[in-house]
């Protein structure tokens, strides 16, 4: 069958045709909104590399995942700024550090009506800006391990539903998932940054996170990009190690390798939307270059298209007001 008796055209008449027909719909409940919590900041400040975006004070956390959970969004991620860092990062496990007290808050106020997860990582409270413990110049593995147990822990105490681990340590799932146990805490879930590139598009982040490495970079934990069967083989172990979810990091460049984990694993996937990929949009648009809704939308569609179950995104609470 082909032209003149196949039209293919038929089904894109009319906006009810092409939507009853749509198969894959970006929803918010399928969106992960990332909070940064700020001990220094008195109000929320602006960052300058990601319009729209804001870090906040503790006081405010809360007032911000109502605005999320008011558009539909079911989930955050926090992120800490300390008030002081230090060689090995001791503020990532205080207990009255600035994200165990916003999980707590954000439990007290939500209960299950919202997943509150949060990131397993070092860079935002060690001063050389890495994401482990650094021995003459270098960052060691398995000292880092050790550090990342009692950041998760700390994460669980104060009521985390899912632990994020983003450190890029071999092993870091294992030893987190052993730790959560013996502290009886099974039931806590870990969504694993599995597949974490060394990637341009995180500048925003790291200065909304104050976490630039103050030497080298990250390329000795984080990934190269040339190559696929890398990915397969941080997520396989991963799975091995216990997570529950994996993740692909950035989104837009990896579209394939979200497919490959969707393909080939069949577990829960998620994508991070990251601080380069927002600043991209909201720059063009900002320009009158793009459109940011049709543009957002269409890029939170191909990110799902491609396999992801989550998506992590700064423009999780915008979709909402978009697809009405
Ligand atoms: C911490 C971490 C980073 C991001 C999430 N967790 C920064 C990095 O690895 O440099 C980046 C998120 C984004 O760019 O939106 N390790």
């Known amino acids: 069958m082909s032209f003149p008796s196949v039209r293919m055209r038929r089904l894109r008449r009319t906006t009810a045709m092409r939507e009853i027909l749509q198969g894959v719909k970006v929803h918010p409940s399928n ?3 990332p ?28 007032a911000e995942a109502r ?33 165990q007290k916003a999980i707590g808050e954000l439990k007290k106020e939500f209960g299950g009506e919202l997943v509150v997860m949060a990131d397993v990582c070092l860079c935002e409270y060690t001063t050389h800006g890495h ?51 013996d502290a009886g805490f099974s039931e806590v879930a870990i969504m694993a ?11 925003p982040f790291r200065e909304a996170a104050e976490c630039s490495p103050q030497f ?17 083989r941080e997520m396989e172990l991963d799975l091995n190690e216990g997570a529950d979810v994996i993740m692909v990091k950035p989104a837009l460049a990896y579209l394939d390798i979200i497919h490959l984990a969707k393909s080939k694993f069949n577990v829960p996937v998620a994508a991070y939307n990251v601080s380069g990929e927002y600043a991209m949009v909201k720059a063009a648009a900002k320009n009158g270059w793009i459109d940011e809704k049709a543009v957002v939308l269409e890029l939170l569609t191909a990110i799902k298209r491609a396999g992801s179950d989550l998506i ?6 915008d979709v909402k007001s978009w697809l009405c």
Not at 143 to 171: F, I, N, R
């Open 31 to 33: 969106l992960v909104y």
């Open 35 to 62: 909070i940064f919590v700020d001990e220094n900041a008195k109000a929320p400040i602006p960052i300058t590399a990601m319009p729209d975006y804001y870090r906040l004070p503790l006081q405010q956390v809360v």
């Open 67 to 99: 605005q999320a959970v008011e558009q539909g969004v079911k989930a955050v991620i926090l992120f800490g700024l300390p008030s002081k860092k230090d060689e090995t990062g001791s503020s990532a496990f205080a207990q009255d550090g600035a994200v």
């Open 131 to 181: 994401c482990g413990i650094v021995k003459d110049g270098e960052v060691v593995n398995d000292l880092t391990l050790e550090v990342l147990q009692k950041v998760a822990v700390s994460q669980a105490q104060a009521g985390a539903d899912v632990v994020a681990p983003s450190a890029m340590m071999d092993g870091q799932v294992r030893f987190i998932r052993d730790a959560l146990d």
């Open 193 to 203: 940054y599995s597949v974490k590139y060394a990637s341009g598009f995180y500048g």
């Open 216 to 232: 080298g970079s990250r390329k000795s934990y984080q990934m190269g990009y040339g190559d696929a069967a890398e990915a397969l």
């Open 312 to 317: 992590i995104t700064y423009f999780a609470k």
